[in-house]
């Protein structure tokens, strides 16, 4: 069965797309611990980020870091930080974190409430930094 991510990415259930490309796929995470929290995936479907074939991995990070940077244009944190945890969906991703001040507590389970309004126009000021490139 496929994983909510894979249902993400074939479009069965709506996200906040963040960038594309032929293997990977970035939106905002529906439970944030900061504004602008962006998961980065493969669209293949494997369970453990460890598992990706290096190249795939390496390219992975390459891909999150094209996404960080248009975050950081986007959104101005100190930071983006990243999280992986990879519990909550088996299913590998990357958990890309604006930091915005550095007593700012970054933990995943430590949700903030960002509206629908709002979740439009942090995806839209990413994405539009994302087609910018550097």
């Given at each position: ?47 453990y980020l ?70 439009v126009s ?13």
């Amino acid at each position: 069965m496929a994983t909510i991510f894979t249902k993400i990415i074939n479009g069965e259930i709506p996200c906040y797309k963040i960038a594309e490309n032929d293997r990977f796929f970035a939106f905002l995470d529906i439970r944030p611990v900061s504004k602008g929290h962006t998961l980065v995936i493969p669209k293949e479907e494997i369970d453990y980020l460890f598992d990706l074939p290096d190249n795939q991995l390496a390219d992975m990070m390459v891909f999150a870091k094209s996404v960080a940077r248009a975050m950081d244009r986007a959104l101005h944190p100190v930071r983006t930080g990243v999280i992986v945890e990879g519990l909550e969906v088996p299913h590998a991703h990357i958990h890309l974190v604006p930091i915005y001040d550095k007593k700012q507590k970054v933990a995943l389970g430590e949700n903030i409430t960002v509206s629908e309004e709002e979740m439009v126009s942090l995806a839209g000021r990413i994405c539009d930094q994302v087609e910018a490139g550097t």
